[in-house]
């Protein structure tokens, strides 16, 4: 008899011993599957344009802490414009066309006021930078037998901005960014114009203009975190 009890005894163990294993194992699969939330530390948006229907930015975020994360945003605006008058102009001008391109980086960072990056509520500090070009071309009618004039500008600006946002980052993956902030930047303007001379005699003369712009920023961008 006592053999008889002292195997029940060793097969009770083996089987509460299995219990608690497989318990274990239930439980670290559910922390890396899905029944706790899995941490992600990148994402990549594409703002949902409000005011500039032909501008596109990206903005990828590297997770650097619980509280911190590093970003660069890449950005790249094109307007084209084609104007032609009904009745005939003086000196056989027909119409205007005008174009400008712009591209953009903006170097972040996010300091997380509540939740763990990346959710939660943010303020973000950011450098802007921008290069681009604008021409303005005067077209005439083809029976005048004048050349179209063209007037390209050089355009550049530097300036920073500060944003108060917050993000939400759904499952699987699914992240929506809104933020609003104000900045400052130094626009600076080149382009060849002409202009008398000492000896009074035109010349083309290249001309730089710059000024301080006062923004406002309106954050939407949807994108993935992985």
């Not at 975020?61 to 032609?84: D, H, T, Y």
Request: hydrophobic share 40%; aromatic share 10%; glycine share 12%.
């Amino acid at each position: 008899m006592t053999g008889v009890h002292h195997m029940v005894a060793m097969k009770w163990k083996l089987g509460v011993s299995l219990v608690f294993v497989s318990v274990a194992a239930f439980a670290q699969e559910g922390v890396t599957t899905g029944s706790f939330p899995v941490e992600r530390r990148n994402v990549v948006t594409v703002s949902v344009p409000l005011n500039n229907l032909n501008q596109l930015s990206l903005e990828g975020e590297r997770v650097m802490g619980e509280r911190f994360s590093v970003g660069l945003g890449v950005s790249a605006i094109f307007n084209q414009v084609r104007s032609r008058f009904e009745e005939p102009q003086p000196g056989g001008v027909e119409g205007f066309d005008s174009a400008s391109y712009q591209f953009g980086l903006a170097p972040s960072v996010r300091f997380y006021l509540t939740g763990r990056a990346p959710q939660g509520l943010w303020v973000s500090p950011r450098l802007e930078a921008s290069l681009g070009r604008s021409t303005n071309e005067t077209v005439f009618r083809p029976e005048e037998g004048q050349p179209s004039s063209d007037n390209p500008t050089d355009i550049w600006s530097v300036g920073g901005s500060a944003v108060v946002g917050y993000s939400v980052v759904l499952e699987p993956g699914f992240t929506v960014q809104g933020g609003v902030g104000f900045g400052a930047r130094r626009e600076a303007l080149a382009y060849d114009s002409w202009r008398s001379s000492e000896n009074g005699l035109p010349e083309l003369t290249r001309v730089h203009q710059s000024a301080w712009l006062f923004t406002q920023r309106i954050v939407l961008n949807v994108g993935w975190a992985f």
